[in-house]
């Protein structure tokens, strides 16, 4: 387990970053290691301090 640093990102919202290597292990990165637009993650809160990240396919869901 990889411990990650929580960081402001505005006002309202905080963020973690994901490392490289895994972000190009799911095929999110183009070949020069830059993220790939359009792809979409949905986080949701399953337990207390318990977060899941998913990748899903933005065209068969609405985006809010």
Known sequence: MEIRKLRKLD???AGITV???DLRAEGLLDDEGNLIEGEHVAIEKVGDGEW???RF????????
């Open 11 to 13: 006002r309202c919202t």
């Open 52 to 54: 899941r990240v998913s």
């Open 19 to 21: 490392p490289k290597d």
């Open 57 to 64: 396919d933005a065209e068969t869901v609405e985006i809010s």
